[in-house]
């Protein structure tokens, strides 16, 4: 299985980059990683005329805190920098979980965040925290720069925002919620396997005197439909009520009946909404497992 | 219809030796290692970086040299295989650990595992079975089952810890 | 010196593998090297109308390309060798009017590289009329199912009905009849490296040298020259480094047959390395089998007789050279097993739908196993009776053996079933378990528990099912100048460690170390003879028994001449570490180099009644034995996810004594793993259509160190005066795998009435079956 020939771009700057995807036409991919572009390209299933290598773009490297907070993750960061990140430890550990549950450490050394977010697989992790934490794409072209939030970037399966001569650059995460827990859950066929179902959770507390009650709520669902979904249904019973089982199941049964499953070879459809429901319960509760004592 | 595109140089290091092939920008890193450079040790199970025989050291760390093109390292550092022991034939304690342990049975995932299992070692610690395991579990075996390969490596720590004290 | 065989000695083969060294068929070059690529059927049921090869032989690098009609012209077609009743239409390795499964090679492009060959085969153009496919053997026998063969009139290939004792009197007798049927899926063998070969041509010496990767050398070699009509003196088979096979690389390969069809006609060297796609469209598939039971039994257990009707689904072409019906009639023969089963009729049918071939896979007659494993499950939870009981009350008693087999032909002796169902019940600690998992159920907790007994030839040359062509094993043995040992054997090892387990005996035999004896295979111009190679459990007794005969008749020659030099009684002597020594004469030495520096330079100095040659060869033959075990799993089912884990695997084992123990854990934990994969993982998945659908390891899921738990081994070993008291064990963990997993996963689903009555068990199956997903 060798790849289809094509002619190669190595641009050493995000200028040149940009320069160069305004210039080759449709027939292009952006290849940084490559952990999910290269086997496509051995099979042929994906054979752009020209790849563009921005894997010389130092600048696109990296995360960084904000003074106000915001959370800059350069789109070449790869998912074994993210996981290992203290910055992103500190401000979004369910982003540090979720890049753990990526394949294997061979595969989290080269992936990088924006490629992975340009795939835009459905069974994919990261889209889905881009997806709970209101995170927003930043893409570049010769016409521009556009901030683009993730529920507008991913539009179905392995398609998104991304137009053939704009380069993803940086994703935006804003600050976190300080008083809040977080879950996260996925079930696979194999351990590193993309998820047959998976769901993430962040849960705010709000105090009152001695009670404590949800103050928002959001949960995402992935693997299940062509995007990660929030369910939006879901997370509006959820403010001001008391957390525990009986909410759990409530909400959960809200997020399945909003999400259309699909079927394939590794799980029916009944099995994607049954299981949903179960992580959906289990994330929640682990979230508020997680509110700072 | 498909053509071929022109050739490109690459330069790059390997095994301590700096290279400089000219091939399609379509090579793989595997390809090139295996066809330009002769070096045959490191195997082709998949080319869709499941299997993990292709495994080789870039700047240190595994990767799966069948997921990128060469093109794309450039003054990068691949230690293969043939790489992990040392220049005067020492074998590495990973794979004095796998000699010992008889890991192997038809060897097509050894060079794959060796990579992987010098890393591992390397990196130290008192990683208990299940996290070897789960480092392990980014390569298949389709002979051995596993336990074998694991055997292996606590036998590579164990080796690399005496050599230490040595 | 003590004894090497028996330890966990530091094998041969390591070195290399674990530095690169490896040579498997990819790994090898030639000047001038070409790469073979095919253009396969997108459809699963074609005619081929029309192939334009001019736009692909106008490309780049490109250097012929061949057609079905091409090789039609100039070679014998793949052909069974002709069986009453079968069913064997003749095909060439790339298809000519029609193809029949989805991948099928239709047009071979020979190019300078690979990736220049892959873009020649995008550029032929086929015009392919698509027709009716049919993917269930079922259907495939039904009136009125789309014919693959329109020759053959049908897609039944084969019918066989064959009666044992008296079954109508048993089922008379019966207080009730348990029918069930049982689907085995289908998978493959898939090992790390795929099909591939080198094959190269020289137009000078009229000779072909074909390096492959294979299990059977001299097979291969018969075939190259019969198909591709060249004599067979002038056929070399070179098989290196080959990188797992189980079963998948014995027979004819229509790629391979292909390349070395180009490198003849091109007068070059080919290669083909079946890429990962390649292998699992079409490298071969195997034990797709649905299997109705009918079982006769008392009430209290007792197991009177079974009506088994087996339907086998061989895909699209026979494999070729030996028959598939090899391995329902292994199945029918083993099915009794080591229970009292004397009432038994068997019928089986091989039908052919539009799918990928079917191969043999390690222990291929694996379905008896697991339908009967699986039926006294069902009959002892039908009578609420204990299932290690209801085998304790079925097997053999000793006092009972030997007795013939069932079917007849083969002997049961001295077998141990029960010992090893005694051991695993023992291990896993039964009593307890079973109140664990009464508690855990409390807890919305499943936990449960299988068990499989099986028997495996091991070997077993005689069979009754008219293939009895493995008897015997021939080996040569040459003691070298120096005085080291080099052994010829005719195994093809592909993972087994013959390189390490013949010199083990064999240095132990010639008294030598084990450096200095050294096993040559798979080259047919030097390896001994053989029409099957490494496989069927054989080289423990065959291999050990061949090579120590050869290395006896040497070793004998050797002290006689060493006793005329030294002045000593031939048998006073004995070799320890390379040195002759008298045990009558502490000062009576001689080293072994010596005595054969003697004979091949100075021979006309010794006795003109000596045999004076130090290479001689040997053939063995033994009335086999089997090897046995009970496979015992713990398994805790997750009824949120449906995912299964593996608590505990137990396999209590005998499989005589072992020449390596590490060899030998290694087979029975590969097997097991093998049988993990097939229930949990495995798929050769094919829609209604068929188009098979798991095209990748991401589609077809091999078993990770984290899906195989560590299996505890007990192993049972008897003293015996047999000189050649080793077993083979290579295939039966793979044979009690599928059988303990399903047993434990019905086990642990009883309280939701789940009945499992299939093989393959992938989580959202697990959650239909228990009732909780439609």
């Known amino acids: ?14 200028d040149d980059a940009v320069d160069l995807l305004g210039s080759l036409g449709t027939e292009v991919k952006v290849i940084s990683g490559g952990q999910s572009l290269v086997p496509l390209m051995n099979l042929r299933a994906v054979r752009p005329e020209h790849l563009v290598d921005v894997g010389a773009l130092d600048a696109l490297h990296g995360v960084s805190r904000r003074d106000d907070g915001t959370i800059v993750i350069g789109a070449l960061t790869t998912y074994r920098e993210v996981e290992l990140s203290e910055t992103i430890a500190a401000a979004c550990p369910v982003l540090a979980e979720a890049a753990r549950w990526i394949g294997h450490e061979p595969i989290r050394t080269r992936g990088t965040v924006g490629g992975n977010l340009a795939h835009a697989d459905p069974a994919a992790e990261l889209p889905a925290i881009m997806v709970l934490l209101d995170a927003e794409i930043v893409a570049v072209s010769s016409r521009g720069t556009r901030v683009v939030p993730a529920t507008a970037f991913l539009l179905s399966f392995f398609t998104t925002a991304l137009e053939p001569d704009e380069i993803l650059t940086e994703i935006r995460i804003p600050p976190p919620a300080s008083d809040s827990g977080w879950g996260f859950a996925e079930v696979s066929r194999r351990p590193g396997d993309l998820a047959l179902v998976g769901a993430a959770a962040l849960v705010e507390r709000e105090t009152d005197g001695e009670e404590q009650r949800i103050g928002s709520a959001r949960v995402v669902t992935f693997g299940v439909s062509p995007t990660p979904t929030r369910a939006i249904a879901a997370e509006a019973l959820a403010a001001g009520r008391q957390p525990g089982s009986q909410l759990w199941n409530e909400m959960a049964a809200a997020a399945v009946s909003d999400l259309e499953p699909f079927g394939d070879l590794h799980a029916s459809a009944a099995y994607r909404a049954h299981v949903a429901r179960a992580l959906v319960a289990r994330v929640l509760a682990e979230a508020v497992g997680r509110w700072p004592s | 219809m498909a053509l071929m595109t022109a050739e490109i140089e690459i330069a790059f290091t390997v095994n301590g030796i700096p290279r400089v092939v000219r091939v399609e920008p379509r090579r793989t890193l595997a390809d090139v290692l295996r066809n330009d450079l002769e070096l045959t040790g490191t195997k082709l199970g998949c080319e869709h970086g499941v299997c993990g025989a292709c495994a080789v050291l870039l700047d240190g760390e595994p990767i799966r040299s069948c997921l990128l093109f060469a093109a794309q390292i450039p003054g990068r550092a691949v ?11 020492e074998l590495h304690p990973v794979q004095e650990g796998f000699w010992e342990s008889t890991s192997f049975q038809c060897g097509f995932c050894a060079a794959g595992f060796t990579v992987v299992g010098a890393a591992l070692v390397d990196r130290g610690g008192e990683p208990t079975d299940e996290e070897i395991r789960h480092v392990l579990s980014g390569n298949l075996c389709r002979c051995t089952g596993y336990a074998s390969i694991v055997e292996g490596v606590r036998a590579g720590l164990r080796i690399a810890a005496e050599r230490a004290d040595a | 010196m003590t004894d090497v065989t028996g330890t966990r000695v530091k094998r041969a083969e390591d070195h290399r593998l674990v530095t690169g060294r490896s040579r498997f068929a990819d790994d090898v070059t030639m000047p001038n090297l070409l790469h073979a690529a095919f253009v396969r059927s997108p459809y699963a049921h074609a005619r081929i109308d029309a192939i334009d090869t001019a736009p692909a032989l106008a490309m780049p690098g490109v250097e012929a390309v061949f057609t079905g009609a091409d090789l039609a012209a100039a070679m014998e077609p793949l052909v069974l060798q002709p069986v009453e009743g079968l069913l064997a239409p003749a095909f060439y390795p790339l298809a000519t009017d029609r193809a029949r499964f989805h991948g099928e090679p239709i047009v071979m492009v020979i190019a300078s590289s690979r990736a220049a060959a892959e873009d020649a085969a995008e550029a032929v153009v086929m015009e392919l009329e698509p027709l009716p496919t049919v993917v269930d053997a079922e259907e495939a026998i039904a009136p009125d199912a789309p014919l693959l063969f329109a020759e053959c009139g049908t897609n039944e290939m084969y019918r066989n009905v064959s009666t044992y004792g008296d079954t109508a009197a048993a089922f008379a007798k019966a207080d009730r009849v348990i029918t069930e049927r049982f689907v085995q899926h289908r998978y493959a063998q898939q090992p790390l490296e795929a099909h591939g070969c080198v094959s190269t041509f020289d137009p000078s010496s009229g000779e072909l ?28 088979v070179l098989c290196g480094d080959v990188g797992g096979s189980f079963g998948s690389k014995g027979h004819w390969q229509r790629e391979e047959i292909a390349a070395a069809f180009a490198a003849i006609h091109l007068g070059r060297s080919v290669k083909w390395i079946a890429d990962r796609s390649e292998s699992l469209h079409a490298g071969g598939q195997t034990r797709e089998e649905t299997v109705d039971v009918e079982a006769a039994v008392l009430d209290d257990g007792t197991l ?12 699209a072409y026979a494999c070729v050279p030996y028959p598939t019906i090899v391995f329902p009639l292994l199945a029918r023969a083993l099915m009794p097993s080591a229970y009292r089963i004397t009432d038994f009729d068997f019928e089986f049918v091989v039908a052919c739908t539009n799918k990928a071939p079917y191969l043999a896979y390690r222990g291929p007659w694996e ?7 699986r039926t006294l499950d069902v009959i002892a939870a039908t009578l609420g009776i204990d299932p290690v009981e209801i085998r304790r009350k079925n097997l053999w008693d000793d006092s009972e053996l030997p007795r013939p087999l069932t079917t007849g032909a083969a002997t049961l002796r001295d077998l141990t079933v029960r010992e090893c169902l005694d051991e695993a019940v023992a291990a896993v600690g039964y009593e307890a378990f079973r109140d664990e998992q009464a508690a855990a159920r409390e807890n919305g907790r499943y936990l449960g528990i299988g068990f499989s007994c099986f028997i495996e030839p091991a070997p077993q040359p005689i069979f009754g099912i008219g293939f009895d062509f493995v008897r015997t094993e021939t080996a040569s043995a040459q003691l070298e100048p120096d005085g080291s040992l ?6 093809a090892p592909h993972g087994q460690g013959h390189e390490t387990t013949i010199a083990q005996v064999c240095a132990d035999r010639i008294g030598l170390p084990m450096d200095k004896v050294r096993v040559v295979h798979g080259d047919t111009r030097l390896s001994p003879f053989t029409n099957l190679g490494t496989g069927a459990s054989r080289a423990a007794t065959m291999a050990t028994g061949a090579a120590l005969g050869a290395t006896q008749i040497i070793k004998d020659r050797v002290l006689r001449i060493a006793g005329h030099l030294l002045g000593c009684d031939p048998d006073d002597l004995v070799i320890e570490n390379g040195i002759v020594r008298s045990s009558a004469n502490a000062e009576a030495q001689i080293p072994l180099m010596h005595v054969a520096l003697v004979a091949y330079t100075t021979p006309f100095t010794l006795p003109d009644d000596f045999e004076t040659g130090l290479r001689t060869t040997y053939t063995f033959d033994h009335e086999g034995g089997w090897a046995q075990a009970c496979h015992c799993c713990v398994v805790d089912v997750d009824i949120a996810t449906g995912k299964v884990a593996i608590e505990r695997y137990i396999v209590a084992e005998n499989c005589g004594k072992p020449i390596h123990p590490a060899i030998v854990d290694g087979q029975i934990t590969g097997g097991v793993a093998q049988g993990i994969g097939a229930v949990l993982l495995e798929r050769s998945a094919y829609d209604g259509d068929g188009q098979y659908l798991a095209g990748t390891f991401m589609d077809y899921l091999l078993p990770t160190a984290l899906d195989v738990p560590f299996v505890e081994i007990v192993h049972i070993v008897h003293e015996t005066d047999d000189p050649i008291p080793w077993r083979g064990v290579g295939e039966g963990g793979g044979i009690g795998s599928p059988a303990a997993l399903t047993n434990a996963i019905e086990d642990a689903l009883r309280p939701f009435g789940a009945a499992v009555r299939e093989q393959h068990l992938p989580p959202f199956r697990i959650l239909e079956l228990a009732g909780v997903i439609e």
């Open chain 2, 79 to 89: 230690t293969t295989v043939e790489g992990i022991a040392a220049p005067d034939g």
């Open chain 3, 209 to 236: 040298t074909h390096q492959s990767s294979h299990q059977g050398p001299h097979m291969l070699r018969l075939g190259l020259s019969f198909l591709l009509r060249l004599p067979l003196h002038n056929v070399r």
């Open chain 3, 486 to 491: 080099t052994i010829f054997t005719s195994q």
């Open chain 1, 1 to 14: 299985m060798k790849a289809a020939p094509f002619t190669y771009h190595r641009p050493g700057s995000l």
């Open chain 3, 304 to 315: 009177l007789g079974l009506r088994v009707k087996l339907s086998l689904d061989q895909g």
């Open chain 3, 367 to 373: 379905i008896e196993t697991w339908v009967r494993e």
